[in-house]
């Protein structure tokens, strides 16, 4: 049965084009391109980016025989297509058309390592992993599929915890960082396990709504570790191996792994976070902890208290966030843990915010309104007194805003397009560049901090041998070391009198340290169950920090005298015993410090590489509705995501006037510009009934039928703060033609019978008639606008619980050849908040008219004439019928229902059941025209309908993109008739490797 699915799932990836071709949108049709091309790589990038390319294709050059070793496998030739204008940290893989995309601005979160160097070692693997796919029974795909093949086996076979964790494991065993050797990057699946249990697979691989569930890296980190090291690495060799030789089979990746293991991938990871839940329990119960009083209040639901700063004696100032939780700022009473909501930000990456002087201080991150590739980070301050919000830059790109004492200045960390790092202290009020200050060989600065008297900033910095505590004296610019530079994870420097405050993980839990501001007695302040992180002071010397649960962050507080330092400071970390016994597997360690880039020769990239023919097959398929049909087809996306073009060969009969199919959408400029060109011929031979007689068309050749529709479109993204927001204004011109025709009708002669009859095998010929075949011709102007504004959804929303959407459109024939009028239509949807906690209204309203065109006829005893067809729907199990005017309603309530997480173990998983009850309304309006008087008559007739839908999500047979299933029952009042339809959806987010933030 699921061979049967995996093979309907492989049909379906080749129809829903827009899912596995992931563009990831255009760059600013300003960047001038340029590449650099080795044995391996070739490297397209921006101009003003060319020396941290060279350092990028050099680091990919020397990782080249190093990243694959482990899995037996040396790739391919790949391109890589550098982001540098975005703000946005992140990189993935991505096959069909198969391509590594980087986002080279660095984040705030980083680990002991140079950015791009992580992105190098972790993305390479991914290409390692899914280019070790392509052989036996794949590679035999790839010849009439072409890369798409690749992509389909990926998505069926490879999960996500193993290529997400695989790549985690090799960052850290090829470097002397990794997130394998940050405790807090164990710490969610830790506190799970010693406060909860070991969820079983499914859920642990595909989520809950009922329980936070760590995501894939997490887990995929732990079970791909833990089992090469019992195992070997050839554990994940021999499963990708399988999985690539024998994709026709059922589970050739789980065979893989039996095959070294003895056991499947479910007893595997039974048996691994076995081994970890012991270990760390051991370690647990060995730790005499910090006595802590917890300011927050622990919620079941999950829900993370971050950067606790304390605004005066009774209340500090927290982040907040959680599955069920949009992003906001809070206030919260010390004493009794009371919260008041402050703020929803923005979309923001993982860096604190600042506070002083009653402002607050943060960065969100901005997406240019028509550029998907070029991100902004803008700093907003709130004024607490006022409660004032202000933005006080604009498409910057600045880093950990740090107000001063005063509230004055803030220091924030800037990033060039070329990556050349820089201190900025910014006029607070006005966002205005006071001082620029350049750091010392590059390195990165992350969250930098003030201390008492406003002269001076410590900072943590990353260069090359790891991360160290740096301060910057503002007077004279200069810098002082007070830690030597290591790999140790230390984060989140706070200057408090004579010490300097972080936190640190040199035991291998995260916990809060503090070192003298000469960099004397270095001691440990907390003892910490999972990790303990971002320390602050209030004037009575009371420390706050948040401390992990399997319930969250929460905010925990303790007199600082209450605390027994210790000076006992671990000389390596606990798992590098483990770490190492892992890197024995690999070829070595790659150097990367000392690399040669003069041997790259830069040359110009046109943005004119319009086309990459990526992947083809036999068969059709229509790129925009996902279809699937007879015939051929072959797929194009360039490597700077500007134009995607597909070409179609439709062999059904059915579809005779879309026999060839041309698709091509160009977005190098501000307008997207879309062509689709469907040319076949009129399907009018054959024989048929009319009614009581038989006859047969002929005619020497079949008339040609044409249709292009050109439409011009400006997608813009105004999306800011706590609203998604977009405007799309379209405009569409559409050409249908075919000739007139003369054939001749042969009518056939019938027997008593009423059936044709046949002489020496031929049929009887009664008479003859010559007949005109009416060709089409329709010459469509549309014009649209189509705009939203949204509440941002947590996970657990069944929609958004406030916003607008609107949409006008307005379509007619203002050119010669046949008339269909015009039709305008509005339609609009406000959401709301329902009555629980994620419950949500929708109501929509729609609204259309329509002028007739040219007489088509008659239809019983009216006149007939054209018309174009609905814009709006009718309710839900009506069927609908003709009309000149409709006004449509629709209600709907949308609630969760259950999370049951129930399990079928490899046959299904039931996350959630939702339901909706709606009711829906239409009036529509219809103007006849009598045939023998000519006189004009008007029918109006009201339709309803009330019902339920009930959804459920759930991941059949292990397939890793969520499916939803539902009924819905509609009463349909006026005809006291039952409708029962079958609900069917699939969320494809695309064959995207990291696509997600990677970190």
């Given at each position: 049965m699921r061979h049967i699915f995996s093979f309907l799932i492989l049909l379906l990836f080749a129809t829903n084009i827009k899912a596995q071709y992931y563009s990831s949108g255009a760059d600013p049709a300003n960047v001038k391109w340029r590449q650099l091309r080795s044995e391996s790589f070739r490297v397209v990038y921006p101009e003003e980016f060319e020396q941290e390319a060279k350092r990028f294709i050099a680091i990919m050059d020397s990782l080249y025989t190093y990243g694959g070793y482990t899995l037996d496998h040396t790739p391919k030739p790949i391109d890589v297509l550098i982001h540098s204008r975005s703000a946005y940290s992140n990189g993935f893989v991505s096959w069909a058309p198969k391509r590594i995309e980087i986002y080279s601005t660095p984040h705030q979160d980083m680990i002991a390592q140079d950015w791009l160097t992580q992105l190098a070692i972790h993305e390479f693997r991914h290409v390692v992993q899914i280019d070790k796919l392509n052989k036996g029974f794949t590679k035999a795909l790839t010849i009439p599929f072409g890369q798409q093949a690749i992509g389909a086996v990926l998505g069926l076979y490879a999960p996500l915890w193993f290529l997400e964790g695989d790549a985690t494991l090799t960052e850290t065993t090829l470097s002397q960082s990794g997130r394998g050797r940050r405790p807090s990057f164990e710490q969610e699946l830790r506190a799970q396990l010693l406060e909860k249990e070991i969820y079983h697979y499914d859920k642990a691989y595909f989520g809950s709504y009922k329980n936070y569930v760590p995501n894939h890296y997490n887990m995929g980190y732990l079970l791909t570790a833990g089992a090469r090291h019992k195992y070997g690495a050839d554990v994940w060799e021999r499963a990708l191996d399988e999985a690539g030789r024998k994709s026709w089979s059922v589970t050739p990746f789980n065979r893989g792994i039996k095959s070294v293991t003895g056991k499947h991938k479910v007893p595997l990871y039974d048996e691994v976070f076995s081994d970890w839940q012991y270990n760390w329990q051991q370690q647990f119960d060995s730790i005499n902890y910090s006595p802590v009083r917890y300011i927050s209040k622990r919620d079941t639901r999950y829900k993370n208290y971050r950067y606790p700063t304390p605004i005066g004696s009774m209340h500090l100032l927290a982040e907040i966030n959680g599955p069920g939780e949009l992003n906001h700022f809070a206030k919260i009473n010390i004493e009794t843990g009371e919260e008041e909501k402050l703020l929803i930000t923005g979309n923001r990456e993982r860096e604190p915010f600042s506070y002083a002087n009653g402002v607050l201080a943060w960065t969100e991150l901005e997406q240019h309104p028509r550029w998907n590739n070029q991100y902004f980070t803008v700093i907003r301050t709130l004024d607490l007194s006022t409660n004032k919000q202000t933005k006080i830059t604009s498409q910057s790109r600045y880093k950990a805003p740090a107000l001063s004492p005063d509230a004055s200045i803030i220091a924030v960390v800037?990033?060039?397009?070329?990556?050349?790092?820089?201190?900025?202290?910014?006029?607070?009020?006005?966002?205005?560049?006071?001082?620029?200050?350049?750091?010392?060989?590059?390195?990165?600065?992350?969250?930098?901090?003030?201390?008492?008297?406003?002269?001076?900033?410590?900072?943590?910095?990353?260069?090359?041998?790891?991360?160290?505590?740096?301060?910057?004296?503002?007077?004279?610019?200069?810098?002082?070391?007070?830690?030597?530079p290591a790999y140790t994870e230390i984060r989140f420097p706070k200057w408090k009198g004579q010490h300097i405050y972080f936190s640190g993980s040199y035991n291998g839990i995260e916990n809060i340290y503090r070192i003298g501001i000469n960099g004397e007695n270095l001691e440990k302040l907390t003892e910490s169950k999972f990790g303990a992180a971002y320390a602050t002071m209030d004037s009575d010397n009371n420390i706050y920090f948040q401390d992990y649960t399997s319930d969250g962050y929460l905010i925990a507080s303790a007199p600082l005298k209450q605390l027994q330092p210790s000076s006992e400071i671990a000389q390596q970390l606990p798992v590098e015993p483990y770490i190492n016994k892992l890197q024995k597997d690999e070829k070595g360690m790659p150097q990367l410090d000392s690399l040669n880039t003069n041997e790259y020769a830069s040359k110009k990239y046109s943005k004119w590489n319009l086309f990459n023919f990526h992947s083809w097959a036999p068969l059709y398929m229509n790129v925009n509705d996902a279809e699937l049909s007879t015939g051929a087809s072959i797929l194009s996306q360039?490597?700077?995501?500007?134009?995607?073009?597909?070409?179609?060969?439709?062999?059904?009969?059915?579809?005779?006037?879309?026999?060839?199919?041309?698709?091509?959408?160009?977005?190098?400029?501000?307008?997207?510009?879309?062509?689709?060109?469907?040319?076949?011929?009129?399907?009018?031979?054959?024989?048929?009934?009319?009614?009581?007689?038989?006859?047969?068309?002929?005619?020497?050749?079949?008339?040609?039928?044409?249709?292009?529709?050109?439409?011009?479109?400006?997608?813009?993204?105004?999306?800011?703060?706590?609203?998604?927001?977009?405007?799309?204004?379209?405009?569409?011109?559409?050409?249908?033609?075919?000739?007139?025709?003369?054939?001749?009708?042969?009518?056939?002669?019938?027997?008593?019978?009423?059936?044709?009859?046949?002489?020496?095998?031929?049929?009887?010929?009664?008479?003859?008639?010559?007949?005109?075949?009416?060709?089409?011709?329709?010459?469509?102007?549309?014009?649209?606008?189509?705009?939203?504004?949204?509440?941002?959804?947590?996970?657990?929303?069944?929609?958004?619980?406030?916003?607008?959407?609107?949409?006008?459109?307005?379509?007619?024939?203002?050119?010669?050849?046949?008339?269909?009028?015009?039709?305008?239509?509005?339609?609009?949807?406000?959401?709301?908040?329902?009555?629980?906690?994620?419950?949500?209204?929708?109501?929509?309203?729609?609204?259309?008219?329509?002028?007739?065109?040219?007489?088509?006829?008659?239809?019983?005893?009216?006149?007939?004439?054209?018309?174009?067809?609905?814009?709006?729907?009718?309710?839900?199990?009506?069927?609908?019928?003709?009309?000149?005017?409709?006004?449509?309603?629709?209600g709907d309530?949308?609630?969760?229902?259950?999370?049951?997480?129930?399990?079928?173990?490899?046959?299904?998983?039931?996350?959630?059941?939702?339901?909706?009850?709606?009711?829906?309304?239409?009036?529509?309006?219809?103007?006849?025209?009598?045939?023998?008087?000519?006189?004009?008559?008007?029918?109006?007739?009201?339709?309803?309908?009330?019902?339920?839908?009930?959804?459920?999500?759930?991941?059949?047979?292990?397939?890793?993109?969520?499916?939803?299933?539902?009924?819905?029952?509609?009463?349909?009042?006026?005809?006291?008739?039952?409708?029962?339809?079958?609900?069917?959806?699939?969320?494809?987010?695309?064959?995207?490797?990291?696509?997600?933030?990677?970190?």
């Open positions: 800037h990033t060039s397009y070329s990556n050349e790092y820089s201190l900025h202290l910014l006029e607070t009020k006005t966002g205005n560049i006071i001082r620029e200050i350049k750091i010392p060989d590059n390195a990165y600065p992350l969250t930098p901090d003030w201390n008492e008297t406003g002269d001076q900033l410590v900072m943590a910095m990353i260069n090359p041998s790891g991360k160290k505590l740096t301060i910057l004296s503002l007077e004279n610019e200069q810098w002082t070391d007070i830690t030597q360039n490597l700077l995501g500007t134009t995607l073009t597909s070409f179609g060969y439709n062999a059904d009969k059915l579809f005779s006037r879309e026999k060839f199919r041309f698709n091509l959408s160009y977005q190098e400029w501000w307008p997207v510009f879309e062509l689709d060109i469907r040319l076949g011929n009129e399907a009018i031979e054959g024989m048929y009934l009319n009614d009581i007689e038989y006859y047969i068309n002929s005619f020497d050749a079949k008339p040609n039928h044409s249709l292009i529709d050109l439409e011009m479109k400006l997608p813009l993204n105004f999306t800011r703060g706590k609203y998604l927001r977009r405007v799309e204004p379209s405009l569409g011109m559409s050409y249908q033609y075919s000739a007139d025709f003369n054939y001749t009708r042969y009518y056939l002669e019938l027997d008593d019978n009423g059936e044709p009859v046949i002489e020496d095998g031929k049929y009887v010929v009664d008479y003859t008639e010559q007949r005109n075949y009416l060709g089409i011709d329709i010459k469509s102007v549309d014009y649209s606008l189509f705009a939203y504004n949204l509440l941002r959804t947590t996970q657990r929303d069944v929609a958004t619980r406030w916003g607008q959407v609107i949409e006008l459109n307005y379509r007619h024939t203002p050119m010669d050849g046949w008339n269909y009028g015009s039709i305008l239509g509005l339609h609009t949807r406000l959401y709301f908040p329902g009555i629980g906690r994620h419950h949500a209204i929708r109501i929509d309203n729609g609204w259309q008219k329509k002028t007739k065109g040219d007489t088509n006829g008659q239809m019983g005893n009216y006149n007939s004439y054209r018309l174009y067809s609905d814009y709006l729907n009718f309710p839900r199990g009506v069927d609908r019928f003709y009309n000149d005017e409709l006004y449509s309603f629709k309530y949308m609630m969760p229902v259950l999370n049951p997480d129930f399990n079928i173990p490899g046959v299904l998983y039931l996350k959630r059941i939702t339901t909706n009850l709606f009711y829906d309304y239409a009036q529509a309006t219809q103007h006849l025209q009598l045939t023998e008087t000519n006189q004009w008559i008007t029918q109006t007739a009201s339709v309803s309908s009330f019902g339920t839908e009930i959804r459920g999500e759930l991941h059949p047979f292990r397939f890793v993109f969520p499916i939803t299933v539902g009924y819905r029952y509609a009463r349909l009042p006026d005809t006291s008739n039952n409708h029962h339809e079958f609900l069917l959806s699939m969320g494809l987010s695309g064959l995207v490797v990291g696509k997600q933030a990677n970190r």
